[in-house]
């Protein structure tokens, strides 16, 4: 696709805005991106012991 078809696809129908003002405009694109952003920072890893140093407990013997 050439370069000057995606400016064509973006409409520019609200005038010039700040990002602040996407987030403000309620349940859009933007601000469900930036909820799922979020909420992706308060998720734990999943296997929490592959980010752990391997301990150094002496071994038996």
Not at 3 to 9: F, S, Y
Not at 13 to 18: A, V
Not at 21 to 44: C, F, K, Q, Y
């Amino acid at each position: 696709m050439a370069a000057w078809a995606l400016c064509i696809t973006i409409p520019d129908d609200q005038g010039d805005e700040s990002f602040a003002d996407d987030l403000n405009m309620g349940r859009g694109i933007v601000s469900g991106r930036v909820a799922l952003l979020l909420r992706s920072t308060e998720i734990p890893p999943h296997r929490p012991n592959d980010l752990l140093p391997p301990s150094r407990l002496p071994t038996p013997g």
